[in-house]
């Protein structure tokens, strides 16, 4: 019986070779998930290894979850083997209780329900596209790391007046959901639609700008 822990270094058809007694046995698998870190050299064996459970659908990646040790401080990979990283699995990281800040790719167009649930250590979350945040479809406030951290970073800079992007025609449900470090909210001309529970929570906000456009 093959026993240990086989990790793949891409997706699709590989061989895997392995023996039984004396004998090598050849099978053809088609690997569509696996574990990923970015750092090639870490190995499950190595103390607070960690590694995102990734799933490939339709050549974009969905990160399901987390194997071993959660990490303090998270950064999100933008692609897994060369397939772009858009989506992030239900119930993902929840009960990561240790996690104080978390990254998150300009490339993540959806975050699912309770993904960061009971992550109540968050301080901070990191992004580096204020319009593809404002994109992101979430399953639910927990799916918001917000919801815990409260603070948004944009390229390393704290958001308290937030200006939302020229172009950017909609914002998704519980986007800047207990956001409490912003202090003021312009939204451009030319906005449509704003979600759900936006702005709820956000205890700092002393102006807020919002076009006749929006519906």
């Known amino acids: 019986?093959?026993?240990?822990?086989?990790?793949?270094?891409?997706?699709?058809?590989?061989?895997?070779i392995y023996t039984t007694g004396e004998v090598a046995l050849r099978r053809t698998v088609n690997v569509t998930a696996c574990w990923y870190n970015p750092d090639a050299s870490i190995t499950p064996d190595v103390a607070e290894a960690y590694f995102f459970i990734c799933s490939l659908s339709d050549?974009?990646?969905?990160?399901?979850?987390?194997?071993?040790?959660?990490?303090?401080?998270?950064?999100?990979?933008?692609?897994?083997?060369?397939?772009?990283?858009?989506?992030?699995?239900?119930?993902?990281?929840?009960?990561?209780?240790?996690?104080?800040?978390?990254?998150?790719?300009?490339?993540?167009?959806?975050?699912?329900?309770?993904?960061?649930?009971?992550?109540?250590?968050?301080t901070s979350v990191h992004i580096s596209n204020l319009a593809a945040w404002c994109g992101i479809d979430f399953g639910d406030a927990y799916g918001n790391?917000?919801?815990?951290?409260?603070?948004?970073?944009?390229?390393?800079?704290?958001?308290?007046?937030?200006?939302i992007p020229e172009g950017v025609t909609s914002i998704g449900n519980w986007a800047f959901y207990k956001c409490s470090s912003l202090t003021s909210v312009t939204i451009p001309e030319g906005m449509i639609e704003i979600g759900e529970r936006m702005?709820?929570?956000?205890?700092?906000?002393?102006?807020?700008t919002i076009p006749s456009s929006v519906t």
């Open 145 to 163: 790391p917000l919801y815990y951290a409260k603070n948004l970073h944009l390229n390393g800079e704290l958001i308290t007046d937030l200006v």
């Open 1 to 16: 019986n093959f026993k240990g822990v086989w990790q793949p270094k891409k997706f699709g058809e590989q061989t895997l």
């Open 199 to 208: 702005f709820y929570g956000c205890s700092g906000l002393t102006s807020v």
């Open 59 to 122: 050549g974009e990646i969905t990160i399901t979850g987390i194997q071993g040790n959660c990490p303090k401080e998270m950064v999100i990979p933008s692609n897994v083997y060369g397939y772009p990283v858009t989506s992030i699995g239900d119930y993902a990281f929840r009960n990561c209780s240790g996690l104080t800040s978390v990254t998150i790719p300009e490339g993540v167009t959806s975050i699912g329900y309770q993904a960061f649930g009971w992550c109540s250590s968050l």
